[in-house]
């Protein structure tokens, strides 16, 4: 059984940084893909970033393009989601989510992804 937490989260002042991490068992990171989603209060949930089995194969949504950045330890198969120069709009409920494979084109989609985590608060105040 695939398990997904998502420990970390918090608040802070716009500006700020906040580093996610994402510690699984059941399934191994290096050979999975993984996503960071988001989910703002009265909104849908949205993609933020992901990676594939190589480290260097990561894609990011626009809106957080050159300010968040995922990574793994695959020694440790924990993911994270370093985020920096963090605002307002970022405040949501952060998911991460894998699955075996993914496809390229559809590596913003969440039904892709069959293992979410419970999720973490980060409220970001101006």
């Known amino acids: 059984q695939v398990q997904l937490v998502e420990p970390g989260g918090g608040a802070v002042q716009a500006g700020g940084a906040l580093r996610l991490s994402c510690a699984a068992s059941g399934i191994t990171f290096s050979r999975s893909t993984t996503g960071w989603f988001r989910q703002a209060p009265g909104k849908g949930r949205e993609f933020v970033a992901a990676m594939r089995t190589s480290r260097t194969d990561t894609y990011y949504a626009d809106s957080i393009k050159g300010r968040f950045t995922i990574s793994r330890d695959n020694a440790k198969n924990v993911v994270y989601l370093q985020m920096n120069n963090l605002q307002p709009g970022d405040t949501a409920v952060y998911y991460c989510?894998?699955?075996?494979?993914?496809?390229?084109?559809?590596?913003?989609?969440?039904?892709?992804?069959?293992?979410w985590g419970q999720g973490t608060q980060v409220t970001v105040s101006s």
């Open positions: 989510a894998s699955s075996s494979w993914v496809i390229v084109s559809a590596i913003q989609r969440e039904d892709v992804y069959h293992n």
